[in-house]
């Protein structure tokens, strides 16, 4: 005998949780006014139960029996993307794409759509846009082809339908937060569609074996909209960053069940749609000042890849009664750290004074080896030093003013020499091991602590 009951809901459109009870504030997130009703059916079956208990639906499988010779990735077009997705699209994936609002993630959908249109069936399907906008953009990106097939829905049960009867080789939505499932009382977007409607997807995508690009819009803290849960129902999350008014794009992977989360892709934005950057130290470098006091170069990695980024820091005296703290692509709270390490380690006094960091290009450094690189440029800026435009610095600084190690030296300090630079600072620690290649013709500065590095400059 089945028993249906009826439940009254309150989830939070922020974070997903759920109460019994309405509630001003969130008491998970701490968001106001954000816990919308809504109505929920639950049916059980004791006896369908009982029997699924008593009868497993699947056996375990030894893994030496697993086989992976059939694992077949579909190549974008984009070396760039390939190398953030692992190597290029598995079959039966579902990849989630985040980013803010125009900041290229139709285009680039289009664009793969190109080049993969001309060997496998696709599916586009929008809840956003009509056949003839899709048509029109479609066309200043040059993308013509007979196996594109462009269909505008919301229903997602609809389009689960579409994708069992048509079986293409590739689907795209565009976007999640416009679908909807009419078994749900909640409006698109919400908490409980977005959900569900992923999980929808998943189902139809793992069953048929067909690889999925859903596009998710993010909310005003740069997050993918919707439950934290979405994220970890797909196999990939990317997230485009960049500035829309900006040319430059960066694609990151945040999560890939088949590839590394440590890879980016860099593109730039034109008229022809997104184009890939090969070279992005080069990118990032070009219109660099000389002859200027307060910036200097760092290397970080990404992934595999070693790629060199401009540190501006700017230092002036405070007209207000504290003194400000602006970070832009550098973590606040380590700058905030390093101003203490050079006034405490060096003497050098910032408590007076208004101190600003920029990362050029829009380029987001995490990697602690970049802490030297704006330390030597804050102090550039306070004593007004130039830091030589062929002088290069990489390491982690600790609390006590050391110099500490950073990994792949080699891959950094090569990367620098092949771009024109011909000095660089680098922890004393890594010299050990330190193996260069034979055309590599750069001067090696080996430094202890901070002191050591700004005696370096000169200051």
């Known amino acids: 005998m089945a028993n249906t009951k009826i439940k009254n809901l309150y989830v939070c459109s922020e974070c997903g949780y759920e109460s019994g009870k309405w509630y001003g504030k969130c008491p998970s997130c701490g968001e106001w006014n954000t816990l919308n009703e809504e109505i929920r059916e639950t049916s059980k079956n004791s006896s369908s139960f009982t029997a699924a208990r008593r009868k497993p639906v699947s056996s375990p499988v030894p893994i030496s029996k697993i086989t992976t010779e059939d694992e077949q990735r579909y190549y974008t077009g984009l070396k760039e993307l390939d190398r953030v997705l692992g190597g290029g699209i598995v079959k039966g994936s579902l990849v989630l794409l985040g980013g803010d609002p125009g900041i290229g993630k139709s285009t ?83 908490v409980t569609q977005v959900r569900e409607c992923t999980n929808i997807l998943m189902r139809t995508s793992k069953s048929l074996d067909i690889p999925c690009i859903v596009v998710g819009h993010v909310n005003k803290d740069g997050a993918i909209a919707g439950p934290k849960v979405l994220e970890h129902i797909v196999d990939a999350v990317l997230y485009f960053e960049g500035d829309k008014q900006m040319s430059y794009r960066i694609l990151r992977a945040v999560k890939n069940r088949y590839g590394s989360t440590n890879e980016i892709g860099v593109f730039q934005m034109g008229d022809n749609g997104l184009s890939e950057v090969e070279n992005p130290s080069l990118m990032l470098l070009s219109g660099r ?26 230092v002036t005296n405070s007209g207000y009664g504290n003194a400000r703290r602006m970070s832009t692509g550098f973590d606040y709270n380590r700058m905030s750290m390093l101003l203490a390490v050079l006034e405490k380690r060096c003497g050098y006094f910032f408590s007076s004074m208004d101190a600003y960091v920029n990362v050029i290009g829009g380029l987001r450094l995490d990697e602690p080896a970049t802490d030297l690189a704006l330390a030597l440029a804050l102090v550039s800026s306070l004593k007004d030093i130039v830091v030589s435009e062929d002088l290069i610095a990489f390491g982690e600084v600790g609390l006590t003013g050391e110099i500490r190690s950073v990994n792949r030296a080699a891959m950094r300090v090569t990367e620098a020499s092949r771009l024109g630079f011909r000095r660089c600072i680098i922890p004393y620690h890594n010299l050990k091991g330190l193996v260069l290649p034979k055309d590599c013709d750069i001067e090696i500065i080996a430094v202890k602590n901070i002191r050591e590095a700004v005696s370096a400059l000169g200051g």
């Open 289 to 314: 000042p000389k002859n200027v006091s307060g910036t200097c170069v760092a290397c970080t990695m990404e992934g595999s890849r070693p790629i060199l980024a401009e540190i501006q820091g700017l």
């Open 108 to 190: 680039i959908l289009l664009q793969i759509c190109s080049h993969l249109g001309k060997i496998l069936k696709i599916l586009y399907i929008s809840g956003e846009e009509s056949k003839r906008q899709i048509k029109l953009r479609a066309e200043r990106l040059g993308v013509n082809s007979d196996n594109l097939f462009i269909m505008t829905e919301t229903d997602i049960e609809v389009i689960a339908d579409q994708i069992q009867s048509e079986s293409p080789d590739l689907v795209m939505i565009d976007s999640i937060q416009t679908m909807n499932y009419k078994e749900l009382n909640s409006s698109p977007g919400s």
